[in-house]
């Protein structure tokens, strides 16, 4: 079996254990279980970098849609917008180099329709370590700030197909609102 077969099958055994923080907490025992069982996790995948922005490769989508498998590429600097996860449950593994995750609290700003967002805790990812996200947990942002290219996995709960996110509005302090389709770079 490859890596990614164990832990695809890790996984199917792990949605039996109940609600969404067993799942998570059994997937990223799964995931650190399986990296530190092998050499590559992607033995056998084929995952795309993109110069320009971090890359999302479908590594694998399960047949009755509960889960879907992605490994993420990202080059030095290369992050995602301030984002959540369309209330569904999810778990990233960072495989090779150092991803700083941000959480942000957001206010709507009343008087222009924009929104205020401040970043709070932030940690650093490095190959290993794991982070789950619930349904009901907010927004962040994921970038890899240092020098060498990134590889994450993340596994998220069906299929993220889009998300909310805010962008930077013209003012440069306040934030606008948008729905963002997620596409793969490697399909
Ligand atoms: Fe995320």
Known sequence: MTPLQQLVKGIELSLAAGDATAITTRIAEVAQEVYNSCDNMLEGSSVKMDEHHYARNLLYKDAQNRFTVIAMTWGPGQGTPLHNHDNKWGVEITCQGA????????????????????????????????????????????????????????????????????????????????TLALGYDNL
């Open 99 to 178: 991803i700083e995750c941000t959480d942000y609290s957001i206010q709507p700003c009343n008087e222009t329709g924009n929104w205020q967002c401040t970043p709070g805790d932030t940690c650093t990812q490095r190959p290993g370590e794991v982070g789950c996200i619930l349904p009901e947990e907010g927004y962040h942002t994921m970038i890899n700030t240092s020098a060498e290219p990134a590889l994450t996995i993340h596994i998220y709960e069906q299929e993220l197909t889009e998300c909310t996110i805010f962008k930077p509005a013209d003012d440069g302090a306040s934030y606008q609102r948008e």
